[in-house]
């Protein structure tokens, strides 16, 4: 069963793709012709010239809108491609849902001729957030462990790397998206829609949701935190893996 057939029931009300985000993502892409996108869940950042989603959870698949690119039940490590058969490839935050990491960066190389494309965040970065550091150490501890550093995959595909900076008020809801509005991560569907929080499960974070809620409360967290309310943007680690082959 695919990670997101448990996890993914509320992912379309959550996860709605940003387009400060999408706009940097197209930008990468640039004039190419044919995409397939690894690990496409709902369909975010899928431009128009997608003609083949990936993705291995029907639970997500079901909630892609219609006249999205055509979708196929497949993972990564094994795309139903012929070589080069793409101009490029986009994954966006897939990769730390793959069994074989190497499979699946040899996939993209495979099947695609002039691009590559893929968002993740560097982990190093990522577990200092206030969130994690401060009352999720559970959460953080869980993404050391399946967390694939970014001079990994940049070294595999030979890509340069690009800070993906995450909006105050950004619309897709993955970890770090509500860095200035706290009382969200009080909202079940909002920890379900990331699965940094999902996976950890409830009774791990219990603890610190009743740490946050009472420095909310109490007016600590605003206190401590006050520089974040006056930045339009935070780097919360993600990070834009482009590579021209």
């Given at each position: 069963m695919a990670v997101y057939d448990t996890l993914g029931a509320t992912y379309g009300a959550t996860r709605k793709p940003d387009p400060r985000i999408a706009a940097r993502i197209t930008a990468a892409l640039g004039e190419v012709g044919s995409v397939v996108n690894v690990g496409a869940g709902t369909g975010g950042y899928e431009p128009p010239t997608t003609v083949l989603a990936v993705e291995p959870s029907a639970t997500m698949i079901a909630q892609r809108p219609a006249g999205a690119a055509p979708a196929v039940r497949a993972v990564a490590e094994s795309l139903p491609l012929a070589d080069a058969s793409v101009e490029a490839a986009l994954a966006v935050l897939t990769v730390h849902h793959w069994t074989d990491v190497e499979a699946g960066l040899s996939e993209l190389l495979r099947v695609a001729r002039r691009r590559i494309v893929?968002?993740?965040?560097?982990?190093?970065?990522?577990?200092?957030?206030?969130?994690?550091?401060?009352?999720?150490?559970?959460?953080?501890?869980?993404?050391?462990?399946?967390?694939?550093?970014?001079?990994?995959?940049?070294?595999?595909?030979?890509?340069?790397?690009?800070?993906?900076?995450?909006?105050?008020?950004?619309?897709?809801?993955?970890?770090?998206?509500?860095?200035?509005?706290?009382a969200a991560y009080l909202d079940p569907v909002v920890r379900a829609g990331a699965s940094g929080l999902a996976q950890p499960g409830e009774e791990a974070l219990r603890p610190g949701l009743a740490r946050l809620r009472a420095d909310l409360d109490s007016g600590a967290w605003q206190a401590t935190h006050a520089d974040l309310l006056t930045m339009a943007e935070y780097d919360g680690g993600y990070r834009l893996l482009v590579a021209d082959l």
């Open positions: 893929l968002m993740t965040w560097d982990q190093s970065v990522t577990r200092e957030f206030w969130l994690l550091r401060e009352y999720f150490p559970e959460a953080a501890a869980f993404d050391d462990k399946r967390a694939i550093p970014v001079e990994t995959i940049a070294t595999r595909l030979g890509a340069r790397v690009e800070t993906v900076p995450v909006p105050h008020d950004c619309t897709d809801g993955f970890l770090a998206a509500y860095w200035r509005r706290p």
